[in-house]
Every structure is written in C-alpha cells, then in structure tokens.
Antibody, heavy 120, light 111 residues
Framework: QVQLVQSGAEVKKPGASVKVSCKASGYTFTSYGISWVRQAPGQGLEWMGWISAYNGNTNYAQKLQGRVTMTTDTSTSTAYMELRSLRSDDTAVYYC?????????????WGKGTTVTVSS | QSALTQPASVSGSPGQSITISCTGTSSDVGGYNYVSWYQQHPGKAPKLMIYDVSNRPSGVSNRFSGSKSGNTASLTISGLQAEDEADYYCSSYTSSSTLAVFGTGTKVTVL
C-alpha cells in the first residue's frame, strides 16, 4: 500500500538545524511531488513548500525562504526537509505528503508526522 | 499570502447537513478551480476529502461534497455522523509566490 514513513521526534536548541526524512513506498516515487506541512501546537496547518521528485524543482513558502531546503534521494525513494536557524516558534509537528495536481497544490497521502521541539 | 478564511466552528445534530465556507481572493479560490479539503482528527494526520473543488478521492464517503461560488468555496457534509467530528481545512492554489495556502480551519462538532 502507498505510505510515507517519517523519521522520529527531534529536540533541538535555538539556532540549530533539523533534518526530517520521509520514505515513500507503494508507488512510483518520481511520478509525484512531496509537500511539507507543519502544525504548531493547537494551531492550523501551514504549507511549507514542495519538491518535485521527478526533477528536484522546489518551491518554498516565502516566510521560510533562506532557512528551508527540500531534497530527494530517488535511489531510496526518500524525501528530506532541512530547517536551519531554528527558533522556538518552529516547534511543531512536521508532515510530509504526496503532492499532485496543478503545481502540486493538493496532497493525497500523508505521513504520520514528526514532532520537532525547539527549546533551550 | 494570508490564510483563507474559515469559520472557527460549525455544529450540527446527527443526520443533519452542515456547510463550511472558505473565503479567499481572485488570486486563489476565485481565480482557479484548485481547491481541496482535508479532515483532521485530534493527534492524526490530515486526510484528503475533496480536490479540484468537487472531486472525491476513492474511498471518501459521498456524504462529503464540495462547491465554489466566486471567491468562496464550500464543503458540505450531509447525514452528519459522530465520526465526522474533526477539524476541517481548505486549501487552494494561489498565483502568489507561495503557490499553495491553507484555510484557518473549522472545528466541526456533532451535537
């Protein structure tokens, strides 16, 4: 079955970086994109950006430009999201999701989420 | 890019129909037929319910339907059931540099 398996929870200090992985299985990885969405505690969903698993093209949310990098490893069908210069308001659950449609705007399969806690 | 506007909460009794609105602008909801809806139960990942305004993915109940008029999209849940109690988010393609934006979210309560 189609699934996305994410890496485990992380605790980081302010200013550090975090890299979350998302391993896909059950479908042709390069036929879709991967989007990343985060959700701060008690808050709504925030779209972070996407990467085309076909050609590596990316698009990031403006507020994260310069701090976020999304990559893929097609040999292992794994996507990665790295967020740098972490702040306390980056504390959230980070989801990867299979993206499709016009400019990969919607997501049909989601990972279970990775909790990232930023605290001194 | 501001979030799309949804009511904070909507409630209904079992068997009733409810509608959740999602208001944007001509740069997103109003300009394109690229609106999707997600259901999220507490502590769980979101689940796609509707895409391209009114299309249901395989496996989603036909009690869920989507529509759009002008800058406002809507999700209607008919025959409301206890299991429908969850948070619901709309999302749209946007012509801004961000390319995608979520709504503020709506908590649905089944009375």
């Amino acid at each position: 079955q189609v699934q996305l398996v994410q890496s485990g929870a992380e605790v980081k200090k302010p200013g550090a970086s975090v890299k979350v992985s998302c391993k896909a299985s059950g479908y042709t990885f390069t036929s879709y994109g991967i989007s990343w969405v985060r959700q701060a505690p008690g808050q709504g969903l925030e779209w972070m950006g996407w990467i085309s698993a076909y050609n590596g093209n990316t698009n990031y949310a403006q507020k994260l430009q310069g701090r976020v990098t999304m990559t893929t490893d097609t040999s292992t069908s794994t996507a990665y999201m790295e967020l740098r210069s972490l702040r306390s308001d980056d504390t959230a659950v980070y989801y990867c999701a299979r993206a499709l449609g016009f400019y990969y705007y919607y997501m049909d399969v989601w990972g279970k989420g990775t909790t990232v806690t930023v605290s001194s | 890019q501001s979030a799309l506007t949804q009511p904070a909460s909507v409630s209904g009794s079992p068997g009733q129909s409810i509608t959740i609105s999602c208001t944007g602008t001509s740069s997103d909801v109003g300009g394109y037929n690229y609106v999707s809806w997600y259901q999220q139960h507490p502590g769980k990942a979101p689940k796609l319910m509707i895409y391209d305004v009114s299309n249901r993915p395989s496996g989603v109940s036909n009690r869920f339907s989507g529509s759009k008029s002008g800058n406002t999209a809507s999700l209607t849940i008919s025959g409301l059931q206890a299991e429908d109690e969850a948070d619901y988010y709309c999302s749209s393609y946007t012509s801004s540099s961000t390319l995608a934006v979520f709504g503020t979210g709506t908590k649905v309560t089944v009375l």
